[in-house]
């Protein structure tokens, strides 16, 4: 199961990862939130201190995945190719 599909990239997700180091990702609707901060720590390198999750009216699970300090959202972001 690939539990992360793709970055979710708004006006909204920007602040969230300029201002409180959060990523934003719409992840498969069966995943856990041990799921997804596993997938986001081995995907990308980083440590993962909390995740939130919600379902979106379009049925999509949106999941906010906060940082530690020690890591950049900045800089994971760039890596996946958004900027």
Do not use: C, W
Not at 58 to 67: I, R
Request: charged share 25%; glycine share 4%.
């Amino acid at each position: 199961m690939n539990v992360l599909l793709y970055p979710l990239i708004t006006e909204k997700t920007m602040d969230s990862i300029d201002f409180e180091n959060k990523l934003v990702f719409i992840v498969d609707l069966s995943a856990s939130k041990p799921e997804i901060k596993q997938a986001v720590e081995d995907h990308y390198g980083v440590s993962v201190t909390k995740v939130n999750t919600q379902i979106t009216m379009k049925g999509t699970k949106k999941a906010t995945v906060q940082l530690s300090a020690e890591d950049d959202a900045q800089d994971v972001i760039s890596r996946v190719g958004v900027f």
